[in-house]
T-cell receptor, first 114, second 115 residues
Framework: DAKTTQPNSMESNEEEPVHLPCNHSTISGTDYIHWYRQLPSQGPEYVIHGLTSNVNNRMASLAIAEDRKSSTLILHRATLRDAAVYYCILLTTTFSGSARQLTFGSGTQLTVLP | NAGVMQNPRHLVRRRGQEARLRCSPMKGHSHVYWYRQLPEEGLKFMVYLQKENIIDESGMPKERFSAEFPKEGPSILRIQQVVRGDSAAYFC?????????????FGPGTRLTVT
């Protein structure tokens, strides 16, 4: 799977928007962009994913650059419960259609300040 | 709909003993993945299974580790003759269909401590 690059850490104030960037300059046409987060002492939690178009769900928004070489996860109003490590992962469905494992990098540690 | 269940949540084993970790996927999910997270490190893929089949075990250590997902019952990750380096959090995830378009749902993990 293609590699992603994320800042090691970011800070945000509570109730303000947070923009978490991810660079994936070697992305291929069949790579989906997935975001997961891991709260302390918990298993990873799915946040959002997309292919080409921007995506919104109840947790966040995903903005994908037109050339798909970067994306941004947007938390519209950060809360203390959003403090976690956020992982940007590219996932390719194989030719045979079989599922693929997630390859976690080091992610971005988000700190939310009260 | 219950989430992915893992048990036990905490497991302590002495060196040389066997560890058995169980994972019950979400209802209707036929894909199971195991990941390991060593202290202060990121998650690493171990093995991907469907019912009665190992699809990809490229992340499994060559010795002492095995996994199964029988027709009935939970998926089992088995570690024989545990060593201190096996101490880690082991997470199981499941998905309903082909990944790429579908997300994986993770369990709370089993924290294995080898003394």
């Amino acid at each position: 799977d293609a590699k992603t690059t994320q800042p090691n850490s970011m800070e945000s104030n509570e109730e303000e928007p947070v923009h978490l960037p991810c660079n994936h300059s070697t992305i291929s046409g069949t790579d989906y962009i997935h975001w997961y987060r891991q709260l302390p002492s918990q298993g990873p939690e799915y946040v959002i994913h997309g292919l080409t178009s921007n995506v919104n769900n109840r947790m966040a928004s995903l903005a994908i650059a037109e050339d798909r070489k970067s994306s941004t996860l947007i938390l519209h109003r950060a809360t203390l419960r959003d403090a976690a490590v956020y992982y940007c992962i590219l996932l390719t469905t194989t030719f045979s259609g079989s599922a693929r494992q997630l390859t976690f990098g080091s992610g971005t540690q988000l700190t939310v300040l009260p | 709909n219950a989430g992915v269940m893992q048990n036990p949540r905490h497991l302590v084993r002495r060196r040389g003993q066997e560890a058995r970790l169980r994972c019950s996927p979400m209802k209707g999910h036929s894909h199971v993945y195991w990941y390991r997270q060593l202290p202060e490190e990121g998650l690493k893929f171990m093995v991907y299974l469907q019912k009665e089949n190992i699809i990809d075990e490229s992340g499994m250590p060559k010795e002492r580790f095995s996994a199964e997902f029988p027709k009935e019952g939970p998926s089992i990750l088995r570690i024989q003759q545990v060593v201190r380096g096996d101490s880690a959090a082991y997470f199981c995830a499941s998905s309903p269909e082909v990944a790429g378009e579908s997300e994986q749902y993770f369990g709370p993990g089993t924290r294995l401590t080898v003394t």
